[in-house]
């Protein structure tokens, strides 16, 4: 599992019939966003059994029952746009400029408070935010509506991004005024059959699970306030198995949290229809999620949940 990474890094539309309210955008390759759109309306089928105590999906996902309607609303409140993986690309930057400055010498809340996770040195340093980064790592996800949201608090200044609708269709243009925006960037290993759980089956259920996994976790990222921002990764420590690595949470709410709680309920639906084999890479990606929460952070402190309020202008 080590070359799974999950990424958030600084530098849609066709709206779903279904319970999920997510906009893909055009720039997505046709064939993509169709998978994406199968994966997403799998929510409303999954039966989930809710194994986990009240009392700790209250704690996680501040929701006190798991069923296929609070899961798709908790995702939803926290995923708005999907985008292409390269959406942000030099010619999207720089010819089509899709991010512009939406206001500028703005007074953000909670200006002077640095994310729990980021010291003064990097504090600024905007390429830093969420960023999990290994010369094997395969981007699977982004929050890029988080990280614009820092970004822009860094800099007095509302950032925005244009999300295409299509050929000959004006982009939509959405200012990044909270890390709630929910934008998030597929990358190349979302479908990539080396990360693929059945790689002889790309339609497996397990597939499906593992990507459902990943966007409950990026979705975490759209929420928090002053220190809690984003809900941040921070470095793992020595002796981890992703040492030095901007992969662990130093909260017991976060990402790595959400990811875990919500891959273990869906691996349950799958008792029956999945191999053993999936069954333990499941069991497998679920445990190497928990691994990397932390109970005692950088700062020698317990961890403990954070504040997942969203800020917001």
């Given at each position: 599992m080590?070359?799974?990474?999950?990424?958030?890094?600084?530098?849609?539309?066709t709206?779903?019939?279904?319970?999920s309210?997510i906009?893909?955008?055009?720039?997505?390759k046709?064939?993509l966003?169709?998978?994406?759109?199968k994966d997403?309306s799998?929510?409303?089928?999954?039966?989930?059994?809710s194994?986990?105590?009240?009392q700790k999906?209250?704690?996680?996902?501040g929701?006190s029952?798991?069923?296929s309607?609070?899961?798709?609303?908790w995702l939803?409140?926290?995923?708005?746009?999907v985008?292409?993986?390269?959406?942000?690309?030099?010619?999207?930057?720089?010819?089509k400029?899709v991010?512009?400055?939406d206001?500028?010498?703005v007074?953000?809340?909670?200006?002077?408070?640095?994310p729990?996770?980021?010291?003064?040195?990097?504090?600024?340093?905007?390429?830093?935010?969420?960023?999990?980064?290994?010369?094997k790592?395969?981007?699977?996800?982004?929050?890029?509506?988080s990280?614009?949201?820092?970004?822009?608090?860094?800099?007095?200044?509302?950032?925005?991004?244009?999300i295409s609708?299509?050929?000959?269709k004006?982009s939509?243009?959405?200012?990044?005024?909270?890390?709630r925006?929910?934008i998030?960037?597929i990358?190349?290993?979302?479908?990539?059959p080396?990360?693929?759980?059945n790689?002889e089956?790309?339609?497996?259920?397990?597939?499906?699970?593992?990507?459902?996994?990943?966007?409950?976790?990026e979705?975490?990222?759209?929420?928090?306030n002053a220190?809690s921002?984003?809900?941040?990764?921070?470095?793992?420590?020595?002796?981890?198995?992703?040492e030095?690595?901007a992969?662990?949470?130093?909260?017991?709410?976060?990402?790595?949290?959400?990811?875990?709680?919500?891959?273990?309920e869906m691996?349950?639906?799958?008792e029956?229809?999945?191999?053993?084999?999936?069954?333990?890479?499941?069991?497998?990606?679920?445990?190497?999620?928990?691994n990397?929460?932390?109970l005692?952070t950088h700062?020698?402190?317990?961890s403990?949940?954070w504040?997942?309020?969203?800020?917001?202008?």
């Amino acid at each position: 599992m080590k070359n799974v990474i999950l990424t958030t890094v600084l530098v849609a539309s066709t709206t779903l019939s279904y319970g999920s309210e997510i906009t893909l955008s055009k720039d997505i390759k046709e064939n993509l966003r169709n998978k994406i759109e199968k994966d997403l309306s799998v929510i409303d089928s999954i039966k989930f059994q809710s194994l986990s105590s009240p009392q700790k999906l209250k704690a996680v996902m501040g929701i006190s029952n798991l069923n296929s309607s609070t899961a798709n609303e908790w995702l939803n409140q926290r995923v708005n746009y999907v985008i292409s993986e390269n959406a942000l690309s030099l010619f999207s930057l720089l010819i089509k400029r899709v991010i512009y400055k939406d206001r500028e010498n703005v007074d953000f809340p909670n200006a002077e408070a640095i994310p729990y996770s980021l010291d003064k040195d990097t504090a600024k340093a905007l390429s830093a935010l969420n960023t999990d980064s290994s010369e094997k790592a395969m981007t699977v996800m982004s929050n890029i509506g988080s990280a614009l949201y820092y970004g822009g608090k860094s800099d007095k200044t509302v950032y925005g991004m244009k999300i295409s609708r299509g050929f000959l269709k004006a982009s939509e243009k959405v200012a990044v005024n909270s890390p709630r925006v929910g934008i998030i960037q597929i990358g190349e290993g979302l479908f990539s059959p080396d990360l693929m759980i059945n790689k002889e089956n790309s339609n497996a259920f397990s597939n499906t699970i593992f990507r459902l996994g990943t966007f409950f976790h990026e979705a975490r990222h759209s929420d928090g306030n002053a220190k809690s921002l984003g809900f941040m990764h921070a470095t793992c420590p020595k002796g981890h198995d992703y040492e030095g690595e901007a992969a662990c949470d130093e909260n017991l709410n976060g990402p790595y949290s959400v990811g875990s709680l919500m891959m273990a309920e869906m691996a349950h639906t799958c008792e029956d229809s999945c191999s053993e084999k999936e069954k333990q890479v499941l069991k497998l990606m679920v445990l190497d999620s928990a691994n990397r929460i932390q109970l005692t952070t950088h700062k020698g402190e317990k961890s403990t949940i954070w504040d997942a309020t969203p800020e917001s202008l």
